[in-house]
């Protein structure tokens, strides 16, 4: 159940994948009960009157572009893995780094595991990038992508790694490669339709770049980082899974260990071809088996077919891949945590 | 000027310290133009049709008791000590961890100094507290902690040391220190009013409790860190400040380095004694000059003469302590980032 204070206001919907009325009562409160909502989490908002807004009595988390409302409808004892446990824990932190190629100060947030502060050992490192209008605070905002791999490393479960999240965005100064609006120069979104923001611009060749000149050696002169593509691993959701392979498939000499969840090249490039779909990245069946230690594809079972699909097409053509999906989730936040669930165990092996 | 897109509303005010009235343009969308906004942080909020809501094309600040809308007036090249610099740059550490006291778990946020990853000597430490209605987040997302500490260390002003952002609120099982309501059980805000919002529940007692039960500890175990009272300072602002003496003072076998940015029991505790004040803290004179290594009172010059005033006081008791004005600012981030800018050089000296 939902209460929002607007005592003069006409009308105020509530967004929450799909749109519903409020009703307002006699001490100037609307309110609005919502069909259950199915387990993860949720991004919502208000619109009261004509203007799109976060509710004011929740935090907010930066997505579809701006810091709106999220509310976490929680699994039962099978979520303990995203949640704090009586266990060693690691720590995020924010690093401030500036690119050379972007001429731009730049934010990224490293996952250090729990050995890491009070130890001298070198560690492999995950690249792990968040989707489509969030930024380099979801995987751990919205993610709780500390509290997972604390919980796999003191399970034994995983090998105790560095996880870096970075911002996909990322232009050269005059590159225009825009892809968000502004609300404000918008006509007022129909019913249930999301807002959208202006974010800062992107494009994927100018992330890649980026990556490979900026962040990877900021990462490995700042931390105890074990050096060599077999200790470097990427993998990202939704937009930043797509990104993940576009940069990796064209740098394999960089990178041996690939995750998409809920995102990845397949379905976006047409009809797959072996041999020439990703610039013919697998057209060589036996190298890339060799070079690539994991190619991993995770989804929503109801996300529907389309990664399936590109996986059985990817065996078919006798690529090694793994392929996870999470019973019952949409293209949410709890598929992804489930994702890094099946995939970090299977990292650095 | 401020413009908001919210076609149907009947009337959109602007609140940023005072209110102001909004004006509804063609395209469905209300402006204003403000009176010239003293350099600094504001926090500031829209009502729209009596809704009190965050701005939702720009980021968010935890103030207040909510994630609030925030602008910043810049300083001239006066403020590059708090923005990035092309210089060595620490991490901000987000830090979670068990409280015994509390009964929960808490977050923190550690600065570590740029030599810290890469090297192996131990740091002393400044515990930093927030004001009423923020959180621990907010030293680095409105201080700027991070980019003051390097700026600092690398111009040799300050000395490299930990700085340990914990979260004011603390309760026992059980315990109730409510000191924030309920936006939505309260009337609507009267115009300029800031809207109120509960937060986890806050006893000064139980605070000091869990910092040297659980927070300190844990720090000192985590990090290496130089033992010792005179390897330990607290700080905090406003309500934070507060804190601050009330911990400090009855503990001064934990503590030899002590400020108040616009927060202390001066001018709180009514007509100050030398004798009784704060529990007799500065009976001994002699005594606590000698315990305490720096009593520091920061204040911004458009806050009032209170701080000064205790300053005052102090000295003539014979309290040795330093006061730091800042010059044309008022109870808002920019004084506080310049208290530290001026309260850091003088410690662990």
Chains 1, 2 share one sequence.
Request: include cysteine; glycine fraction near 10%.
């Amino acid at each position: 159940m939902f209460r929002i204070v607007a005592p003069d206001a006409r009308k105020v919907d509530l967004r929450i994948g799909k749109n519903y009325d409020t009703v307002k009562g006699d001490d100037g409160a609307w309110t609005v009960t919502t069909a259950p909502l199915v387990v993860g989490f949720h991004y919502y908002s208000l619109a009261v009157d004509g203007a799109v807004l976060a509710d004011s009595n929740t935090r907010t988390f930066f997505g579809s572009g701006w810091d709106n409302s999220g509310i976490e409808i929680p699994e039962g004892p099978e979520g303990d893995y995203y949640r704090p446990q009586d266990v060693p824990h690691g720590q995020v932190s924010q690093r401030w780094y500036f690119s050379k190629v972007t001429g731009q100060w730049r934010r990224c947030y490293v996952y250090t595991p729990p050995d890491y502060e009070s130890g001298k050992t070198s560690y492999p490192v995950l690249y792990l990038l968040h989707g489509w209008g969030e930024n380099e605070q979801g995987w751990h905002a919205q993610g709780h992508v500390d509290f997972i791999m604390d919980n796999l490393i003191a399970a034994k479960k995983a090998r105790s790694f560095i996880v870096v999240m970075d911002n996909l965005n990322a232009v050269k100064p005059g590159e225009d490669g825009t892809i968000f609006i502004s609300r404000a120069l918008q006509p007022p979104p129909k019913p249930g339709e999301q807002p959208m923001r202006r974010l800062a611009s992107f494009t994927g060749a100018t992330f890649t770049e980026m990556m490979l000149t900026d962040l990877i050696p900021m990462i490995e002169k700042t931390y105890r980082v074990l050096p060599g593509r077999e200790n470097r691993a990427m993998a990202g959701l939704s937009m930043g899974g797509f990104q993940t392979f576009r940069t990796t498939l064209a740098h394999l000499d960089q990178f041996a260990w690939i995750g998409g969840f809920s995102g990845s090249t397949g379905g976006f490039a047409g009809d797959f071809d072996p041999k020439t779909s990703d610039g013919g990245a697998y057209a060589d069946t036996a190298a890339f088996n060799r070079k690539v230690k994991m190619l991993f594809l995770g989804i929503g079972s109801a996300e529907g077919p389309r990664t399936k699909k590109f996986s059985e097409q990817l065996t078919a053509a006798g690529i090694h891949n793994v392929y996870f999906e999470s019973p019952g989730t949409a293209h949410e936040w709890l598929t992804w945590r489930r994702c890094l669930k099946e995939f970090a165990p299977l990292l650095f092996r």
